[in-house]
């Protein structure tokens, strides 16, 4: 097998020729390397990358392979992570002038899961400010004049040109799931608390993900067994026992699943011919899905909750940043602080309260009906220029922590991608990949 | 034997009595509310008491104890409820003249749970309104013309004229450790979350405690085995292993238990009659007590944190009232919720953060030398007239949600109780008790 051909491999299929001794990872490492040297002049996804650092990895790896003991199920796969994800070998500047050169100690802890799992760190992806709004270099890798979509724009950029085959990016609004529509991967957001967020930069305890990318629906299994679990450092996850999400992605369903069509009410946002495209899909799935409307109240008001408890959560989280030099901040990123410094206290908690409430409706939604919602992932496809796009359809999901992914089973008529989000019951993530493999059977 | 000593017995000697056959629940809730007709003109403790429902329920335990059924630990003993705890068999009022004949469905969780432990619910004692500050009619029992402290005033007051031999109350700022101390009764407040809050009025998430009080030590940790506990309602309790208060209260500790005695920087505060006892018992406890200021910070930032975190929180939960009677609440408790809709969500979250940071050092106090904290359970005696007193020395530990027990060991010089407050790291409540037995069998 030649080096180019090994970068493209499956992080699954990678794993298994190493187990098997019929590729090395030093040999996989280098190959992503190799195409790395190819295409990042166009599409710019890392912002940190040392090859001896990732050659020795490899290397280490297959000695402690030679060695004969036990390996992880990710053994000398390499990963590319967020550069607002902790390590503590190489610099995390989450994409913010106020932390140029930041070296932290510590290994977030998914990189000490990855790491545990026998993953090789291949390097740090571009992120917006501040997992933010304000871009980053990365261009889109279907057409460098296009955004790749924020904030996780590498991690997606680079599994998208198969620099690397497995990426972890975060989504505090829509930041996994939109970059990962436009470049065309498998995208997931896991339930809320699922992938400890300890070591990572935080914007939102409520409103902050880990967020996952692939470009195989079994590589996203794979990746998620690999980083979902319990830390002490993050209080919104629960000791529980390990989720087998291979096997259940490759069960059959027991019964044909029944999707909800949620439009959202800002489905006018999506443009004409993204419209068309899901209502071709919608109808190609016949009596399997039905449109639903799950609003308690009509309107736009979770969006607005959103709004409030970013906003107030984000000022707490940058009150340093704010302080000691607001003036090194994007005019966005200050905008927003400056915003949430005046939010009160009772309209956050407000925010906090309804959410809580409308979330159990969303829960009845699936017991009584549906196996997963089937929604939007963006408005269309990536736009022109350097703008990350509108989270207006990632923003709900992340609101109410329920597991959500993009499947690239969409082109536009500009032939670049278009994802097709689908959206699950919280805490029943193994299962929501289970109904994607389905509707991809169906779809393909 | 009369039925005026069945009401003087004991939690436990009641129970037993019960259990032997020597005494029934009726003739035991009749000794109860004889004494309650001599005493209650005076003392005003209850706002709710059906003396027919009360004999009924003593009736029923009977029955059940006699078909030969398993009974539990506090079978067909009576029990009194602060009433911002929800009862579905009686009303609930919350001391509030919004809430007037509000009569709950639902028992709350710590009365499902009393109730399955076998306990008599005797009826519903007087609060302060809303449990913030405005007095009800409770007077304490060792003196009418003194508070019996608040807000958990009728709780602390019934249980000290042995009307009930336990009573359940509520802390957010004092109100379970200052009326226990000035009635002369055990008061305990147990780590935040082990006792559910499910169906108790909401002040303060962050800082709302279940409150306990009983007339001796083995009472205080039978009730809180009846009521520490997993509650799907309250997402601050865990599920996890029972704790067996009674066993470890009855041990000896290992070694003899060192004291931290903390003055906090509000010592001067206190009247010089209590500062003296104070010190007179630590003189008495020799090497066994050394003076410790725990205080990252000097001065009294803590406190500052708890009266933002309460503000913000209460102005939450009484929107409805603000909203729609406003002018029907008191002025002291409408100032609050006023202050509490100007906080800034910012400043709330980052009292919540510094709660977090400091609490950890309390935590190392205690693995490194001490069994816990000896400090003043008040200022003083009862203050003269209806305001129910200070609680400065309560709310560091309520903020931090340390388990604290008052204890009857002092007298003021105007033949007052005066009560210790012991206070320990959070989750080892029992051990808290068991280092109180020791403190109590040194001091007497």
Chains 1, 2 share one sequence.
């Not at 198969?162 to 799931?177: D, E």
């Not at 608390?193 to 967020?211: A, Y």
């Amino acid at each position: 097998m030649d080096e180019r051909s090994a970068a493209q491999l499956s992080a699954a299929e990678a794993a298994q020729r190493i187990r098997e001794g019929v590729l090395t990872s030093e040999d996989l490492v280098g190959a992503c390397l190799e195409r790395i040297r190819q295409v990042e002049p166009t599409v710019q996804a890392w912002t940190f990358l040392d090859e001896d650092l990732a050659l020795a990895q490899g290397r280490a790896a297959d000695e402690y392979k030679r060695s004969g003991q036990a390996i992880g199920a990710l053994h000398g796969v390499p990963v590319g992570l967020k550069d607002i994800i902790d390590t503590g070998d190489m610099p995390t500047e989450n994409g913010c002038t106020l932390h140029k050169a930041r070296a932290p100690r510590n290994d977030a802890a998914v990189v000490a899961m990855l790491r545990a799992a026998g993953a090789v760190i291949l390097g740090k992806t571009v992120t917006t400010e501040c997992a933010y709004f304000s871009p980053g270099k990365t261009r889109n890798p279907h057409n460098p004049e296009h955004t790749p979509g924020g904030s996780s724009s590498g991690s997606a950029a680079a599994v998208a040109a198969s620099m690397v085959p497995l990426a972890l990016g975060s989504q505090t609004a829509g930041s996994t799931i939109r970059p990962g529509a436009f470049c065309g991967v498998y995208a997931f957001k896991p339930t809320h608390g699922l992938v400890p967020r300890t070591g990572i930069l935080q914007l939102s305890r409520t409103l902050d993900h880990v967020g996952l990318f692939a470009r195989t629906l079994e590589d996203v299994a794979l990746l998620a067994e690999a980083v979902a679990g319990y830390h002490e450092g993050d209080a919104d996850t629960r000791p529980r026992a390990r989720i087998a999400f291979r096997e259940t992605l490759a069960e059959e369903p027991p019964i044909p699943p029944m999707l909800g069509f949620v439009k959202t009410p800002h489905w006018e946002k999506a443009d004409a011919g993204t419209r068309e495209a899901m209502a071709e899909l919608v109808e190609t799935l016949g009596d399997r899905v039905e449109e639903v409307d799950p609003f308690v109240v009509p309107g736009g008001e979770p969006w607005a909750w959103h709004k409030t408890i970013l906003e107030a959560e984000m000022a707490a989280n940058f009150e340093r940043e704010w302080t000691n030099g607001r003036d090194k901040l994007s005019e966005q990123l200050r905008n927003q602080i400056e915003r949430g410094r005046e939010v009160r206290a009772v309209d956050y908690q407000r925010a906090l309260k309804n959410t809580a409430a409308q979330v159990e409706s969303f829960d009845a939604l699936f017991t009584e009906r549906y196996d997963a919602i089937l929604t939007l992932a963006a408005p269309g496809t990536a736009p022109k220029g350097m703008a990350t796009g509108d989270p207006v359809f990632n923003v709900l999901w992340t609101l109410f922590g329920m597991p959500a992914l993009s499947l690239p089973l969409m082109q536009g008529e500009n032939g670049l991608p278009l994802g097709v989000q689908l959206v699950g019951r919280r805490n029943y993530d193994a299962r929501l990949m289970r109904t994607a493999r389905w509707l991809q059977e169906k779809l393909t």
